[in-house]
């Protein structure tokens, strides 16, 4: 049925060159993703937005009709419009997710780097404190 | 610990690039708190200021990297939980509070009077704690800095219900509840705010001490109208953050509990 409603509208339908070519574009994308896994270059709990976003890029190059309605859905006419700004939500939720892995790594950092400090200051009460601004005599 | 004695407090000292002061600093409040272990924490300072602080008597707790005032101050605090200090204290680096201050700050939790006593700038004395010749009047702080502060103290009187003079003070004691909640949260992007807010939030009580600010013995202030305007936006919305998880933690809590 959402394919008749495309159909009926005066939608620009993405040639089937295009398709063609999505289609292999999404699954050399999955199989980079499953090859960076594979040399552990990749942490699998980071695969999961990525699979998704490979995943619904193959679906929209298989099944035209879902891109024209959601174009119809959105009211953009240019199917070629629509898939665009689907591709910009869906990277800026990508980043999104990076910026929160940064935020708990940052986190993290902190929290050893503070443990390093107190650990260190420990041994070296009768020391000098080897700090990384060694003074020069003045 | 070992050859430092069972100390009950602890004085630390967080700085970043204060080489210029901090000896003196540490030397003072080891001369008017010598019941006290004195840490310095260097905030991954390139200037000496470990060598001074070491040589003036201190422990020292160097960062690898400037992980920023917040951090500092927590891991000071990580540093008393982890020792076993019953109570401790901290204050900047650069010479602008006075030792006797700390004493006061520091009996005021050793008293049982709060849990978190904080030495304000702005609160105006009653007549007893004033000390005869001096008030709160040498500090004199820029437009702009008494403009974010008012704002700060308005919101954060408004968000807690409680009445704060001076939400910026860098001079505080606390004792061993203070320290095992500010070793687990200090380190946000705006930690005086930040930490007063969690205070509160975790039912622990605080008193503010009016304190006399000395002019900076040296140094530069390491506030410019740019990062003023960062803080203050950050400052907002941590106040806004934090309205957010107060009702996010009260709304399940009213409706389940027993």
Same mark, same amino acid.
């Given at each position: 049925m ?21 289609v292999i ?9 499953l090859?960076?896994v594979r ?5 699998e709990?980071y ?5 998704l976003a ?13 891109l024209g309605?959601?174009?119809e859905?959105?009211g ?5 419009a629509?898939l ?5 939500v ?5 980043l999104l ?26 041994g070296?009460? %009768?020391?000098e404190?080897?700090? %990384?601004?060694r003074?020069?005599a003045p | ?11 630390f ?6 080489a210029e002061?901090?000896a ?6 080891r ?6 272990n004195v840490?310095?924490?260097?905030d991954?300072?390139t ?6 602080a ?6 020292v707790a160097s960062l690898?990297?400037?992980?920023g005032?917040?951090?500092?101050i927590q891991?000071?605090?990580l540093y ?20 006797e201050?700390v004493?006061?700050l ?7 009077r709060?849990d978190l ?7 105006t ?8 010749g ?9 437009f ?5 502060t008012?704002?700060?103290r ?6 807690t219900r ?7 003070s860098?001079?505080r004691a606390?004792?061993?509840?203070a ?17 007063l807010h969690?205070?509160v ?5 605080f ?6 600010m000395?002019p900076r013995?040296?140094g ?13 936006f ?6 806004f953050?934090?309205?957010l998880?107060?009702?996010e933690?009260?709304?399940p809590?009213s409706?389940?509990g027993?």
């Amino acid at each position: 049925m959402s394919a008749l409603i495309a159909e009926s509208q005066p939608v620009v339908n993405v040639s089937s060159q295009t398709r063609v070519l999505a289609v292999i574009v999404a699954i050399l994308f999955l199989a980079l993703i499953l090859d960076l896994v594979r040399r552990r270059k990749l942490q699998e709990r980071y695969t999961v937005v990525w699979f998704l976003a490979g995943l619904a890029l193959l679906v929209l190059a298989v099944v035209p009709g879902v891109l024209g309605w959601l174009a119809e859905r959105a009211g953009i006419s240019d199917t070629n419009a629509a898939l665009f700004s689907i591709t910009l939500v869906v990277a800026g939720l990508l980043l999104l997710n990076l910026t929160v892995v940064v935020s708990k790594q940052a986190e993290q950092i902190t929290r050893l780097s503070q443990e390093l400090a107190i650990l260190r200051s420990r041994g070296e009460e %009768e020391e000098e404190p080897a700090d %990384e601004e060694r003074v020069p005599a003045p | 610990m070992g050859d430092r004695g069972h100390a009950e407090v602890l004085l630390f000292i967080p700085a970043f690039n204060e080489a210029e002061t901090v000896a003196d600093v540490v030397r003072a409040v080891r001369a008017e708190l010598p019941e006290a272990n004195v840490l310095v924490v260097s905030d991954g300072s390139t200037d000496g200021t470990a060598h001074r602080a070491h040589q003036a008597g201190a422990s020292v707790a160097s960062l690898p990297f400037n992980l920023g005032i917040g951090a500092a101050i927590q891991t000071g605090y990580l540093y008393a939980l982890r020792h076993g200090y019953r109570f401790c204290a901290h204050l900047d680096a650069d010479g602008q509070h006075r030792p006797e201050d700390v004493r006061r700050l520091l009996d005021a939790v050793r008293e049982g009077r709060c849990d978190l006593a904080i030495g304000s700038r702005y609160k105006t004395p009653s007549t007893d704690e004033l000390v005869a010749g001096e008030g709160s009047s040498h500090y004199v702080p820029t437009f702009l800095r008494r403009m974010g502060t008012a704002l700060f103290r308005q919101m954060l009187s408004f968000v807690t219900r409680h009445r704060f003079t001076d939400t910026t003070s860098g001079l505080r004691a606390a004792n061993r509840q203070a320290i095992e909640l500010f070793a687990s949260e200090y380190a946000g992007d705006y930690p005086e705010l930040e930490s007063l807010h969690s205070l509160v939030r975790n039912g622990l009580t605080f008193e503010e001490i009016p304190v006399v600010m000395l002019p900076r013995a040296g140094g530069r202030s390491k506030f410019n109208p740019i990062n003023s305007a960062f803080f203050i936006f950050k400052g907002l919305l941590v106040l806004f953050v934090g309205v957010l998880r107060r009702r996010e933690a009260s709304g399940p809590g009213s409706g389940s509990g027993p």
